[in-house]
Each structure stands twice: as C-alpha cells, then as structure tokens.
C-alpha cells in the first residue's frame, strides 16, 4: 500500500500537463522553483537551527550571474550556468564565514544585512545589473537541444530539478552527517565534547543551502526570462521562511507546502482581493496558532488521532 | 612534586578561571596517572564543575595550563580534546531528548569516526554503528529501551545514557561530573558498579557528593574549597585529614 502512495502522486506530477491548462502548468513549475528554495533554506532553519533572512541573497546573485554572462557576455547557457552556480556557491561560503561568528538573532540579522548589501548593489549598480529596469530579454537554456519554451517542456524540466534537490537534500538530512547538523543544532556543547566540529558541520550546512539556494535562482530567471532587484529583497526571503515555518520546518514535505500555499496565495487571492498580502497574513496567522510546528506535522498530529 | 609529562594522563598546571571579579578557580594543580581513578570532592561552589569545564575545553582558563598525556591542550577546541581521547558527562543531563536511546550512543560513537561528515548514505545504512550501539546499551542494561526517545524514560535511565555516550568512545580520560545525582538507592548500586567496571586503559575522573558510594570507587582524592586544592592524595590519607573534616565532613 505504502509504494502505491508514493507512485499515484509521482504520476500524476509527471502527467500534470496532459490535463492542465498552461496556466496551472506554469503555476506549479513556479511552485517547484519555490520549493527548492524552500528546501534549501529549511536546511539551516529547520536542521541547523539557523534563522536566516537573506537566503535570497543566492536565489538573487545565482540568476543575476546568469542573466548578465548570457545577455552580457555572450556567454553560452552551460558555461553561464555552471559559473553561476559555482560563484554562488562561494559566496555562500564567504557568507558563512562571516555570519556564522554569531548565532541565533546576531546570526540572523547579519544574514539580513548581507543581503540588504547585494539588493541595494542590484539596485545602484545600474551600469551592471540595469538597476530598477532589472534585466529582460533573457533566454531559456536548451538542454540536449530541446526546447524549453513551451510551459509543459519547462515544467518537466522543473520537475527533474526539483526531484533530484528533494533527493538529494533527503539523502542529506537522515545521513550521518544531517545528524551531526541535527545533534549540533540540539545540542552544541554536548556535540563538541563528543568530536564533532560544530562550526564545520554549520558552514557546510550553509553553503550547501547556498548552492542549492542558487539552483533555485537559476530555474527562476530561466522561468521569467528576467530579473529584477526586488527578487534579492527581504521579502523575498521572508516570503520563504514563512513557507518554510507554515508548512513545517525540519521536515521534508513542509517546506514544499508552504511554498505552494505562498505561490497559490499569491496567484489566486490576488485575483479577487487587492490587499492579498492581508489575506496572507491572516493565513499564516491562522496556522501558526492552529499548527504550531506547521502545516505537515499538525495535519500528520490530526491524522494519527483520527485512525486511533 | 613536579610532574614529568609522560607519567601523566591528565595534568592541570596552575589553573586560574574568574567570571569577572569572582574568581572561581584560584590556582588548581593537579596531576593523575594513567588508570587512576581520582575522586574530586568540595563544597557547593568549590569550583568543582568549572574545573571540569576547562579541561574539556568549554572554558578557557585565565591563565595555566592543561596537559593531556604530556600534551598541552590548554588551546585545543572541546572537540579537538575528544579526538584527544577526553570523554565526559554532565551534571546537568545534556542528552538528545527527541532522539531514540540508540541514536543517543551512536552520535557518541559518530563523533570519533570519519564517517561523521559522510553525507551521501543515509546513517541508517551503518549497521556496524547500530550493533555497536546496542552493545553499549546492553552493557549499561538499557538495551530493552534501545527505541525509546530519552523524553519517555525515568532520569536515572537517563543518567546510565549519559554514561553510555561517554562510554562509546572508550576514551582514554573520563570525566563524570555527579553520575550518581539524584539516583535511587538501587539505581545508585547499579551505576556504580558499571563505574567500577570501567577498563583500567581508561583514566577516570569523577566529581560526586555521595562520599559512601564514591569513596569505594575511588583510589585518590582532591579536596577543593573556594577554587584551591586544599588536599590532594590517596584516599585514606584525604579522609584521616583534618582539614578534610573541616571542609567537608563538617566536623
């Protein structure tokens, strides 16, 4: 019974643009490129115990990095991808050095302030990044020489990203070493006295956030074909923390709830109400009143009492 | 009585320790042999458990030195200290509470392994750790709760897991700040001899204020008061002492 509960929903991922519009198809493509993120950054929230308010920073520079060396520079889709990654990823590293002399509030307003760094660079720093123009008249990478313009062809594309970041960051959270990031956000004092390098085991866990944080970045701008300042601005990560606390942090299926519930908020509530920030709000407020630790934990709470 | 560095297992070399213009530890000497089984003793406040802490690292001394098997350390990180062979529990139980008894020893057993930073296999995979694991709560007879979170058992089950972690890296110098702390008598009898059944390649240091019960176990004894070694040597000798009587015993 159990395999049968994991296929029914992976095959009806896989054939969702048989029988969706294009609309919906490009919706949930939006909700795999937020989820990843969501996942990224539920690695230092969740796992690590690390609050941070600028894991838009590596969304942001990822795309930005890739918006300029392929309109820019010339530059082709592999190479500007694998560079935008790569930078990303060290400067996430370079980040962590800095953010992670602190921890709990000074760690997460050292984040915040990075990342007002970078957004406030994307906006005055016209003569790179075009400023409060942001970048248009990008393209989509063409993988294997096949075509990603169409909203079903980039929504499969989405989805083998989005399953092998889901994947790989399950893998990494129930490893020994998403122990030691687990025993290290309970426990540091404890986890040093038994070996375990707690500053080590939080950078790595910082940067591989970064790297995947960039991944995320690189399907959005190939996803909008643009990019502005304000995909680097505290919204922004605040936007995914509260997917992230919503849907339930430290778990592996919150985060891509709370992504999806923030995206569809956004697309449908914005429809019939102008205030739907207001309605997000209420909704958030709802939840962490209902569900404390979130959305998945609290309906898997209900679910076990009601089979009891 | 300077020690030469060899001899020793652990040595402490004129630690000094204040938290602003209290001064904790005033000036602490201490040298213990390999397989020595030293009891430290004191009054609430002696300094007893800030000594601890500083040789396992959690504090840094204002100033002295500590010397593991002849080696200074003095600037080591805690963790630097347990790949050193260091090992100790808490007087505050210190456990993974949402975690099973089992994944509890095998974070204790992870810490010394490279396998740590492995992060590519599930840790589900190591069924070495997991025997092992099992093995370590069998020898403290907390095996039949193997898959119980610490949160659901009793607190003197939890004070035998402190134990077991510590245990799991056969460490080399062990210290236990009070293993015996709000234990029952029967729960007391039990973890005591599970001290004394400790090898003797492991040097153990133990912090207790149950004299009946520590003074069995241990083969010296350190008397500290108002962070100062007042008497230091071997157990019998520490009891006949006056000033032991003075400090401590109260009479």
């Known amino acids: 019974m159990k395999w049968i509960a994991a296929i029914v929903p992976g095959v009806l991922l896989v054939l969702l643009p048989a029988f969706a519009g294009d609309f919906y198809v490009n ?13 990224s950054l539920n690695l230092l929230v969740g796992y690590g115990g690390m609050t941070s308010l600028g894991h838009a920073s590596y969304l942001g520079v990822a795309a930005y990095i890739s918006a300029l060396l392929t309109s820019r520079y010339g530059f082709g ?6 560079l935008s990654i790569a930078g990303t990823t060290a400067m996430a590293g370079c980040f962590g050095v800095i953010a992670l002399r602190a921890t709990g509030l000074g760690f997460l307003m050292i984040t ?4 007002q760094v970078l957004w406030g660079l994307a906006y005055r720093m016209s003569g790179v990044t075009n400023g409060d123009n942001g970048i248009a008249g990008l393209t989509r990478p063409m993988p294997f020489g096949i075509s990603l313009d169409s909203a079903a062809s980039f ?11 889901f994947l790989m960051m399950t893998v990494f959270v129930s490893s020994s070493f998403g122990s030691s990031l687990k025993g290290v956000r309970d426990q540091p004092r404890r986890m040093a006295a038994l070996g375990f390098n707690p500053w080590m085991i939080r950078w790595i866990t910082f940067t591989y956030a970064g790297f995947w944080g960039g ?7 190939y996803y909008n074909k643009y990019i502005h300042p304000t995909s680097l601005s505290t919204t922004s990560s605040a936007e ?6 919503a849907g339930g942090s430290g778990t592996l299926g919150g985060p891509v709830v709370g992504a999806a519930l923030v995206l569809l908020l956004k697309n449908y509530a914005s429809a019939y109400i102008e205030r739907w920030n207001m309605l997000l709000g209420l909704v958030f407020l709802f939840i962490v009143l209902v569900m404390p630790t979130g959305i998945v934990p609290g309906l898997g709470k209900l679910l076990r009492r009601g089979t009891r | 009585m300077t020690p030469t560095p060899p001899d020793y297992a652990l040595e402490a070399i004129d630690l000094k320790k ?9 000036s602490v000497s201490l040298a213990i042999r390999p397989g020595e089984r030293r009891l430290i003793i ?7 458990t800030t000594l601890f802490n500083q040789i396992s690292g959690d504090m840094r001394p204002n100033s002295g030195q500590i010397k593991l098997f002849g080696t200074d350390v003095t600037r080591f990180a805690p963790y630097q200290r347990a790949h050193f062979g260091l090992s100790r529990t808490y007087q505050i139980i210190t456990l993974f509470t949402g975690d099973t008894l089992e994944h509890n020893v095998t974070l204790g057993l992870l810490g010394l392994r490279p396998s740590r930073w492995q992060m590519w296999r599930p840790l589900s995979f190591y069924g070495d750790l997991a025997t092992e694991a099992c093995r370590i709560l069998d020898a403290v007879g907390l095996l039949h709760l193997a898959a119980y979170p610490v949160s659901e058992i009793a607190y003197g089950e939890k004070r035998r897991v402190e134990l077991a972690m510590a245990l799991a890296q056969k460490p080399r110098v062990l210290l236990l700040d009070e293993p015996l702390a709000g234990l029952s008598n029967s729960e007391r009898s039990q973890v005591k001899s599970l001290i004394a059944s400790i090898p003797r390649e492991t040097t153990v240091i133990m912090i207790e204020h149950d004299m009946d019960t520590a003074l069995d176990l241990a083969e010296t004894v350190t008397l500290l008061n108002y962070g100062r070694v007042i008497v230091d040597g071997e157990r019998d000798a520490v009891i006949a002492d006056e000033r032991t009587r003075e400090v401590y015993l109260g009479v």
């Open chain 2, 18 to 26: 204040a938290f602003g213009g209290l001064v904790v530890t005033q």
């Open chain 1, 215 to 221: 991944v995320s970045g690189l399907l959005y701008v």
């Open chain 1, 77 to 82: 889709h592999g190479q500007a991808a694998l």
């Open chain 1, 112 to 115: 915040l302030a990075l990342s």
């Open chain 1, 27 to 39: 919706l949930a493509s939006q909700i795999l490129i937020a989820s990843i993120f969501a996942l």
């Open chain 1, 155 to 165: 929504y499969w594309f989405a989805l083998v990203v989005a399953s092998i970041a």
């Open chain 2, 42 to 48: 004191g009054p609430n406040g002696a300094g007893k």
């Open chain 1, 240 to 245: 995914a923390l509260l997917g992230v606390i």
